[in-house]
């Protein structure tokens, strides 16, 4: 069966610091990966997807960026944080084809 | 262009009466629509899914939503509420036709409120 994880579960980190949250998936291939965040009373934003290694496309600008360096791995980065970039951030995966998405544990990322 | 609104922020029903979350979409082509439940710092989980086959969509836990085109609605119910179902709800919309890769498109969410 396919499994997705996050890590780290939470995290805590200054303003000004860079970030690295990472993301795998298991038992399956090719996957579409994505990257969410939610924020308090905002609903889940689409950050960026990627429909292959090397391939990503984002919906919003930001200082946030993000890596597939294989084929189930999905880094999300920033070189320098921000105080509205706190939430939780979730990552998900769907089969190409298929419009259903599977969420992974998520990440909650406090900026201080 | 899609959007999705959910009516109401939280909700609250009694346990054993009617739980009904309201969701409304807005899609340029026929839409694939989704509800997803959250518990407290956890990721989503799929309640059920609709994708132009049957309009009535039954899922897990006893929940059930109705796809109703004339009205672009897509409202979550379920007979009995359970204490176990105080959760925050999501509803979700995609009018890819199967094959695109963009994200879903979320509405707020609804915190549903079980009292004893």
């Known amino acids: 069966s396919q499994t997705i994880h996050q890590w780290p579960a939470t995290l805590v980190q200054p303003v000004g610091s860079p970030l690295s949250l990472e993301c795998t998936v298991e038992?399956?291939?090719?996957?579409?990966l994505y990257w969410y965040r939610q924020a308090a009373g905002r609903g889940l934003q689409l950050l960026f997807y990627?429909?292959?290694?090397?391939?990503i496309s984002s919906e919003v600008p930001q200082n946030l960026s993000a890596s597939r360096p294989q084929d189930r791995q999905f880094i999300l980065s920033s070189k320098k944080l921000l105080l509205s970039d706190s939430g939780f951030y979730l990552c998900?995966?769907?089969?190409?084809?298929?419009?259903?998405?599977?969420f992974g544990p998520g990440t909650r990322l406090t900026v201080l | 262009a899609q959007s999705v609104t959910q009516l109401g922020s939280h909700v609250s029903v009694s346990e054993g009466a009617l739980v009904l979350l309201r969701c409304n979409y807005s899609?340029?082509?026929?839409?694939?629509l989704f509800w997803y439940v959250q518990y407290p710092n956890q990721g989503l989980q799929l309640l059920l899914k609709?994708?132009?086959?049957?309009?009535l969509v039954k899922g897990i836990n006893g929940f059930e939503a109705e796809f109703k085109k004339s009205e672009t609605s897509f409202h979550l119910t379920k007979p009995s509420a359970h204490m176990s179902d105080a959760a925050e709800y999501f509803c979700?919309?995609?009018?890819?036709?199967?094959?695109?890769?963009?994200?879903?498109?979320f509405g707020k969410g609804t915190h549903l409120i079980i009292q004893p």
């Open positions: 609709y994708t132009s086959a049957a309009t």
């Open positions: 899609s340029s082509v026929p839409p694939y």
């Open positions: 998900a995966w769907s089969v190409v084809g298929y419009n259903e998405q599977f």
């Open positions: 038992g399956t291939s090719n996957p579409n």
């Open positions: 990627s429909v292959g290694i090397g391939q």
């Open positions: 979700a919309v995609s009018s890819n036709s199967g094959g695109g890769a963009d994200g879903l498109t």
